[in-house]
T-cell receptor, first 112, second 114 residues
């Protein structure tokens, strides 16, 4: 089946620290991969995506590279800000499937 | 200019009641979804409609009945509410014909069953 596993949270960092949130997946076929972010009290927003192996998605200083050999899509940011505090979800969609399969979410808190 | 809107934002009700949550999108998308987010933030799809037809129905109790009167609306009716139904419900939409993979989410409806 299709599944996504994210690193356990919560993650707490100081401002300007380097961030990595691990995400690995299991999929039948070749999935598209996504990172969504949920700020407190809000719905999910697409942060970035990659649709094929070796693609790099990037947005707002965040990056993630689609690694087929390690079935991973780790989220990174070089210098986090307090405003990055949110819950981050890794997700996949396989082929013509209409649904997203989400990881369990990772809560990130950035302290000033 | 809200792309995907949901009403109400908060819903508090007693066990056994019947309630509805409404979703509307003004993006011209042809596919709409309902997701449930539990207290641990785990998100799971419930239903999906494409052009008003049900295409995904995950293992959801039949107390939950989605209704799509047109492509821009997907409502969720819940009968005989139970404590375990307490969650945040998110609506989402996507353009499947010539569109991208991106699903756009509404702000969520927090349902509390007492």
């Amino acid at each position: 089946g299709n599944s996504v596993t994210q690193m356990e949270g919560p993650v707490t960092l100081s401002e300007e620290a380097f961030l990595t949130i691990n995400c690995t997946y299991t999929a039948t076929g070749y999935p598209s991969l996504f990172w969504y972010v949920q700020y407190p009290g809000e719905g999910l927003q697409l942060l970035l995506k990659a649709t094929k192996a070796d693609d790099k998605g990037s947005n707002k200083g965040f990056e993630a590279t689609y690694r087929k050999e390690t079935t991973s899509f780790h989220l990174e940011k070089g210098s986090v800000q307090v405003s990055d505090s949110a819950v981050y979800f890794c997700a996949l969609r396989v082929g013509g499937a209409q649904k997203l399969v989400f990881g369990q979410g990772t809560r990130l808190t950035i302290n000033p | 200019d809200t792309a995907v809107s949901q009403t109400p934002k908060y819903l508090v009700t007693q066990m056994g009641n019947d309630k509805s949550i409404k979703c509307e999108q003004n993006l011209g998308h042809d596919t709409m979804y309902w997701y449930k987010q539990d207290s641990k933030k785990f998100l799971k799809i419930m239903f999906s409609y494409n052009n008003k037809e049900l295409i995904i129905n995950e293992t959801v109790p039949n107390r939950f009945s989605p209704k799509s009167p047109d492509k821009a609306h997907l409502n969720l009716h819940i009968n005989s509410l139970e404590l375990g139904d307490s969650a945040v419900y998110f609506c989402a939409s996507r353009l499947t014909s010539g569109g991208t993979d991106t699903q756009y989410f509404g702000p969520g409806t927090r349902l509390t069953v007492l």
